[in-house]
Nanobody
Framework: QVQLVQSGGGLVQAGGSLRLSCAVS????????MAWYRQAPENRRELVAT???????NYADSVKGRFTVSRDNAKNTAYLQMNSLKPEDTDVYYC??????????????WGQGTQVTVSS
């Protein structure tokens, strides 16, 4: 079974940093294009950042200049580096990624979510 496993959340003070990880297990699986989301009010997911298969990144205006999305193909892991965190960034963050098995696209998969709490 293909799983995206997230880690790296936690509690941080305003102005601090966290790095979220999104990893797929197995030596034949890899992450291609991916995106990071967080829960908006009333459990509606908000798009935070995207990373294309070619490596182009885009960010929501609310996080632009503070967050960076990246991918490490050797580790089958995607990251969201969050700097200059604000209390308003507090949320549950999710990764969504296209997963390949060798050269075959399997589809889109979701991570389980991880809590980020920023104190003032």
């Amino acid at each position: 079974q293909v799983q995206l496993v997230q880690s790296g959340g936690g509690l941080v003070q305003a102005g601090g940093s966290l790095r979220l990880s999104c990893a797929v297990s197995g030596n034949t699986f890899s992450i291609d294009a991916m995106a990071w989301y967080r829960q908006a009010p009333e459990n509606r997911r908000e798009l935070v950042a995207t990373l294309s298969s070619g490596g182009s990144a885009n960010y929501a205006d609310s996080v632009k200049g503070r967050f960076t999305v990246s991918r490490d193909n050797a580790k089958n892991t995607a990251y969201l580096q969050m700097n200059s965190l604000k209390p308003e960034d507090t949320d549950v963050y999710y990764c969504n990624a296209e997963i390949y098995n060798d050269n075959d696209l399997m589809g889109d998969y979701w991570g389980q979510g991880t809590q980020v709490t920023v104190s003032s």
